[in-house]
């Protein structure tokens, strides 16, 4: 389920991009189907009582030479004896509107209010109307055909009107039909696009996985190919670039780990006969300063060979945790004084801040977690020394006990802030350094189950807080 939210967009994608048009084009073809049934019936109906009209008509220019009195008899004759009064109704209308004979009773119904008749007299044309009776308010279609005297004068107009409710009813049921065939023509494309749609989503939510694998650091993994089209050409590329990445990290490795193993000798034997050159009180005080300088320099290259040891450790997989009981409290207090009296030497103030409430003993691994302190606390006076003060506490917040260092310095831009605990990065920070004690130390506290945070503290400078579980259930 968690994959398939994430790929969402995609499916999303093909919904509105396929499954949309297709659902259109049903869409389409029900309305297109619905309007030629609905021209084919209503036309044919209409064609139909045109021609009735005018054969009718036809058949009555038989007694237009008779009188007025003989024309009506014969009209009410007609419309009496009209076989279709079922489905149809057959009037007889004056020049004056008023109906003469209907096949419905004589001076059956009201004068009609459609406008055929109108223009049926006016224009000496058939004419017809298709709506709703002005007073029935019954959807009808009506054909009025003028009836002409010898002279050219118009001295009625027969009429036909149908109800048009089984037309409606046969167009409705033709519409259901066709929306119903729509539906299940997209319930079937759907149905298929869903095989097509698991097909794309199913290896790209795999290959997804994995390329999310390889860039959090599992490099070398493969992904499984089981397609030889376009996926599997991007399954086969990723797999090149994991076993790529993986040699060059394995490479990589190797050299520093080499580098780092022949760096100790000659720094351990620079710092051994340094102090005893320093135990010499001949030195002038120029050679002495000198000496000082070299002992510092090469403190400082010892303490960076032994983060590359550590990072190669870490990457091959034996840096390993010695956990037992201990007490935080008293290996934070003493880092913290031990690395005061240091710091205030460079004109750095660390305050320490006790905790007002106990701190319990907590399963921890006493050497590491006093690398993280002293690693946090020397990132906070080269970083932030311009700040002059650093502050640390230490408190315990179930079901953690939160460590926090904070100093005043010009803290890091926001920019970066996602990166600095990457291996290597050092951002815009103009500090010596290798770039990679933060990533030890945030190693180290994620095998103890906890977390470090980096964030800038309010009013300026950094603030770090790392989490370790008390172990209290």
């Known amino acids: 389920m968690r994959k398939r939210k994430k790929l969402a967009g995609l499916e999303k994608r093909w919904l509105l991009n396929n499954v949309s048009i297709m659902i259109a084009l049903a869409l ?20 139909s009582l045109e021609n009735k009209a005018r054969t009718t008509t036809d058949f009555f220019g038989n007694y237009i030479s008779q009188s007025y009195n003989e024309y009506y008899q014969s009209c009410i004759k007609f419309a009496q004896t009209f076989e279709e009064k079922d489905s149809l109704e057959l009037q007889f209308i004056s020049t004056g509107g008023k109906i003469v004979a209907s096949s419905y009773g004589q001076w059956a119904g009201q004068p009609p209010q459609t406008g055929d008749v109108d223009q049926a007299i006016s224009t000496q044309k058939i004419a017809c109307f298709k709506g709703r009776d002005p007073q029935t308010g019954e959807r009808i279609l009506a054909v009025s055909s003028p009836m002409i005297y010898t002279n050219g004068e118009v001295i009625g107009v027969l009429r036909y009107v149908t109800s048009l409710k089984n037309a409606d009813r046969q167009v409705m049921l033709t519409a259901i039909v066709a929306v119903g065939v729509g539906l299940v023509f997209i319930a079937f494309m759907l149905f298929t696009s869903s095989f097509f749609i698991r097909s794309i989503l199913e290896p790209v939510s795999q290959i997804t996985a994995t390329a999310k694998r390889i860039a959090a650091g599992s490099y070398g993994v493969l992904i499984p190919k089981q397609y030889d089209d376009e996926i599997g050409e991007l399954a086969d590329t990723i797999n090149d670039m994991s076993v790529k990445i993986s040699q060059s990290e394995k490479t990589q490795s190797e050299f520093i780990s080499s580098v780092s193993h022949e760096l100790r000798t000659p720094l351990t034997a620079i710092s051994g006969w340094g102090e005893t050159l320093l135990s010499d009180d001949m030195l002038s005080q120029q050679t002495r300063r000198g ?138 920070s103009k ?35 790392i989490s370790i579980p008390d172990g209290e259930e």
């Open 431 to 465: 500090a010596r350094g290798s770039g990679i004690g933060l990533a030890v130390c945030e190693e180290i506290v994620t095998m103890h189950g906890g977390n470090l945070q980096l964030e800038n503290a309010d009013g300026g400078g950094t603030l770090v807080t």
């Open 28 to 47: 389409v073809c029900v309305a297109a189907i619905t309007i030629s049934i609905s021209v084919y019936y209503y036309s044919n109906i209409r064609s």
């Open 291 to 428: 000496m000082l300088i070299i002992l510092r320099e090469a403190r400082r290259l010892t303490g960076m060979v032994e983060e590359l040891l550590e990072f190669t450790r870490m990457q091959d997989g034996r840096f390993t945790l010695s956990v037992e009981k201990a007490d935080i409290l008293a290996e934070f207090e003493d880092t913290v004084f031990m690395y005061g009296s240091r710091l205030k030497q460079e004109g750095i103030t660390l305050e320490y801040e006790p905790s007002d409430t106990e701190i319990p003993e907590i399963p921890c691994d006493v050497a590491r977690m006093r690398q993280v302190f002293l690693n946090i606390l020397d990132n906070a006076a080269k970083h932030g020394g311009d700040g002059k003060r650093i502050v640390a506490s230490i408190s315990h917040e179930p079901p953690s006990v939160v460590v926090r260092i904070r100093d005043f310095g010009p803290g890091i831009p926001d920019e970066e802030l996602p990166h600095v605990k990457m291996k290597f990065y050092k951002g815009s």
